[in-house]
């Protein structure tokens, strides 16, 4: 029987329709899958395991593994958490609230002034999927992610709502690893037919650019300044750094024995994930 393991990284990836076509081919060539749901905010794998499991697999299909780094780093050796990693605070004395956020239970934490300090996400059992901890300006600047044992394995933290740093950690509670995010500045440049049916965003300029004209249309330039994001990781077992989120990940493969199995990776992503995968053959979704 042969064997499969699929990179997923987003939670788009797992909606696409490619996936769930190369998904059921291999299910149906009797293939054991694996589905890595390897994002590093964490708070995206309670949603993404919500997401598969709308996928309609065949009555019968041999059941798919869905394992994420949590799982694969429970047992790696760890640092304690330090004081400065993380906010701790004590909610006993709030004022709750009990409502529902689709069907899941929500419980909402009010401090004196009557703002929401914390937010916790409970399944249809009652076991915690997340607490959001908030700012004095409602804005969340803290998530903190539990398994189903109810167990915190994921910490994530945020800064004017943008996601900064996740602290992954083992079964102890130790940190295993730190996921820093960076952005940068990215030049977005656009070639527009007078035909063409989707406008140019406002935010660009339009620029003269004689190589993109075409032999039956001009095409117009347009040209601006957006933001890209890159994620380095840090390993608290081995004090390893990762400059590049890939390189990463080809670690996290390697650690599942990808030697005799298929490895599918987001075409999205192919381009920059298969250069730390020399001589790897490498199926696309």
Known sequence: MGRAIFLATTIQ???????????????????????????????????AKREFSKIDLPKGTPSVRLISLADI??????VSLKAADFMDPDLSGSQTFKAHQGKLPVTRYID???????ETLFTEDNTRIHTLYFDKSSRISQINSYDDADRLFGIEKYVDDALTESLL?????????????????????YNVTPSSTIAAPQELSEIQDDKSNSKDEMLTAY????????????????YHRYDDINAFYHQVLLNMNIEDAR?????DNIVDASKYLPGKRIFNY
């Not at 004196?112 to 914390?118: L, P, Q, T, Y």
């Open 169 to 189: 950690l083992n079964a102890k509670g130790e940190l295993v690893y730190r996921f820093t995010n960076y952005v940068k500045d990215q030049k977005v440049s």
């Open 223 to 238: 040209e601006g300044q957006g933001k890209s994001t890159f994620t380095k990781a840090l390993s608290y077992s081995d």
């Open 112 to 118: 004196a002034d009557g703002n929401i300090v914390a």
């Open 263 to 267: 490895t599918y990776i987001d075409i």
């Open 13 to 47: 990836g797992i909606r696409k329709a490619t996936f769930r076509r190369q998904l059921l081919a291999l299910i149906n060539n009797q293939y054991q899958v694996v589905v890595l749901l390897a994002m590093t905010d964490f708070d995206e794998i309670w949603q």
């Open 73 to 78: 780093y429970a047992e790696h050796d760890g």
